[in-house]
């Protein structure tokens, strides 16, 4: 036996508390099998080698090849998926005085433009990927497409929002139809955890 370095993370809601927008069997998919994978490989990997005492991040900002690839999807999802919470709790303009959302007015100019732009760039995304909402080293947001397990934290940005156009994402419940999955998942962001990360020092 390998030993466990790196665990599957725990959801912070039962598997069908994001329905309809993310039902209970892709949470099962995903987070159960897609994620689990890419821990059991990633425990493969390191194991005996100079990965084994670092955190992801310092895994995805050093390695290359598979061990940067199952760490990426790894922190990548771990962000992900604790980012969501049931449609019906409160929305954004709850903390729309947030210091997140007086940055997201700041940088693009309104709410509905920053959903716009994202939302763009996930759709326009080629193939298997992620986009994300972060911040430099000032707190400017910007929007950044990455291919595959990118992770915009290996230019030094602070990735606060992710959408995941990886397929297995939305497959389940889309079929094809990225831009329907996309527009939906704004109805279950946690943004006070999105204003947590934003905010945290
Ligand atoms: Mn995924």
Redesign the pocket.
């Known amino acids: 036996m390998l030993p466990v370095l790196f665990t599957l993370i725990a959801l912070p809601y039962a598997n069908d508390a994001l329905e309809p927008v993310i039902s209970r069997e892709t949470i099962e998919y ?1 987070h159960g099998k ?1 994620l689990q994978t890419y821990v059991d490989n990633l425990n493969r990997l390191v194991a005996g080698t100079e990965y084994e005492t670092m955190s992801l991040e310092q895994i995805v900002c050093h390695a290359q090849g598979a061990v940067l690839n199952n760490a990426g ?1 790894i922190l990548n ?1 771990n962000l ?1 998926f604790t980012q969501f919470r049931p449609a019906a709790a409160t929305d954004y303009y709850a903390i729309s005085d947030s210091e997140l959302m007086k940055a997201i007015v700041r940088d693009f100019g309104s709410f509905e433009a920053f959903q716009a732009e994202f939302e763009q760039k996930g759709i326009g995304l080629f193939g298997s990927g992620w986009v994300w909402l972060a911040a430099d080293k000032d707190g400017k947001l910007v929007i950044t497409q990455e291919a595959n397990a990118g992770n915009p934290i290996t230019r030094g940005l602070r990735p606060l929002l992710t959408m ?1 156009v ?1 397929e ?2 939305y497959y389940i419940d889309y079929r094809n139809r990225r831009a329907a999955h996309l527009q939906a998942l704004w109805q279950i962001i946690n943004w006070n955890e999105i204003n947590r990360r934003y905010t945290a020092k």
């Open positions: 995903h897609h999807q999802h992900y995941d990886w297995h994402a």
